[in-house]
């Protein structure tokens, strides 16, 4: 996926802000900060949100940004996340 360079430095001050904000700052709420701040009639994003089991059959829950498809931010690392629900972004 290619940024443009206004991108990188959104998704750089979302993340950065985020590493010094601990607790408050979850994967939701930077997915939702740069899916505001990045979308625009041009360029719809999604917002997606994933749920896995763990071995130990806890929950886990992740957020991240799509664009055309793709992970644009925060996509999970793993495969073993099922997409729950997705937010699409009015065209």
Same mark, same amino acid.
């Given at each position: 996926?290619?940024?443009?360079?206004? *991108?990188? #430095?959104?998704?750089?001050?979302?993340?950065? !802000?985020? #590493? #010094?904000?601990?607790?408050?700052? !979850?994967?939701?709420? =930077?997915?939702?900060?740069?899916?505001? =701040?990045?979308? @625009?009639?041009? #360029?719809?994003? @999604?917002?997606?949100?994933?749920?896995? =089991? @763990?071995? !130990?059959?806890?929950?886990?829950?992740?957020?991240?940004?799509?664009?055309?498809?793709?992970?644009?931010?925060?996509?999970?690392? *793993?495969?073993?996340?099922?997409?729950?629900? !997705?937010?699409? @972004?009015?065209?």
């Amino acid at each position: 996926m290619l940024l443009r360079g206004s *991108d990188e #430095r959104v998704i750089w001050a979302v993340e950065a !802000t985020g #590493r #010094r904000l601990g607790p408050i700052s !979850t994967c939701l709420v =930077r997915a939702l900060v740069i899916e505001m =701040r990045l979308s @625009s009639k041009e #360029r719809p994003l @999604s917002l997606a949100i994933g749920v896995k =089991r @763990s071995s !130990t059959g806890r929950l886990h829950s992740h957020a991240w940004v799509l664009s055309g498809g793709q992970s644009l931010v925060g996509g999970p690392l *793993d495969g073993d996340f099922v997409r729950m629900a !997705t937010w699409e @972004s009015p065209a």
